[in-house]
T-cell receptor, first 108, second 117 residues
Framework: RKEVEQDPGPFNVPEGATVAFNCTYSNSASQSFFWYRQDCRKEPKLLMSVYSSGNEDGRFTAQLNRASQYISLLIRDSKLSDSATYLC?????????FGQGTELSVKP | DAGITQSPRYKITETGRQVTLMCHQTWSHSYMFWYRQDLGHGLRLIYYSAAADITDKGEVPDGYVVSRSKTENFPLTLESATRSQTSVYFCAALTRTGGLSGANVLTFGAGSRLTVL
């Protein structure tokens, strides 16, 4: 079993849709959690950290459930520019492990 | 932000040859990482380093060697390249955000695309 697993993609949604990505991790000692975004095989860039209480940044909401070892990312009112691959990242005490990524395609 | 420079950006080599991918950071962040990215696998951690002269294996270390004699450099060597090592390789450094959370953030280089024939 992979240490970090994400929903298989791709997700194809119309503009304005709400889309949710899920991620599970196997190491209960994992300390920090993140969502990264990657465009067209360029380098990944941090989208947002995931805090225990949940956090929101504009149209993006991240949530963490430590008991279920589960992370989620919700994107509201999808834009064409949101089309990318979204990567879940888990920090195991300095060792950062990525999920395989979920591709999102937002259509007009 | 840590400026991460990778070289070469593109490399074609033959099976059995030794290849070294370079990674340099302009700052002195302690943690550095090497990932490879392949279709269907996402980014997989090859090796990481917590400081100069300290390195640890990641998820897929076989066939790779790293060194960290200086904090700013973290080269990755394929001692005898194989076709299965054809991939895009990303180097990254770990920075720490400010504020109460002090969360760690990865800053990546632009990647090195390696083709092994």
């Amino acid at each position: 079993r992979k240490e970090v697993e994400q929903d298989p993609g791709p997700f194809n949604v119309p503009e304005g849709a709400t889309v949710a990505f899920n991620c599970t991790y196997s190491n209960s000692a994992s300390q920090s959690f993140f969502w990264y975004r990657q465009d067209c095989r360029k380098e990944p860039k941090l989208l947002m950290s995931v805090y225990s209480s949940g956090n929101e940044d504009g149209r993006f909401t991240a949530q963490l459930n430590r008991a279920s070892q589960y992370i989620s990312l919700l994107i509201r009112d999808s834009k064409l520019s949101d089309s990318a691959t979204y990567l879940c990242v888990v920090d195991q005490g300095g060792k950062l492990i990525f999920g395989q990524g979920t591709e999102l395609s937002v259509k007009p | 932000d840590a400026g991460i420079t990778q070289s070469p950006r593109y490399k074609i080599t033959e099976t059995g040859r030794q290849v070294t991918l370079m990674c340099h950071q302009t700052w002195s962040h302690s943690y550095m990482f090497w990932y490879r990215q392949d279709l269907g696998h996402g980014l997989r951690l090859i090796y990481y380093s917590a400081a100069a002269d300290i390195t640890d294996k990641g998820e897929v270390p076989d066939g790779y060697v790293v060194s960290r004699s200086k904090t700013e450099n973290f080269p990755l060597t394929l001692e005898s390249a194989t076709r299965s090592q054809t991939s895009v390789y990303f180097c990254a450094a770990l920075t720490r955000t400010g504020g109460l959370s002090g969360a760690n953030v990865l800053t990546f280089g632009a990647g090195s695309r390696l083709t092994v024939l």
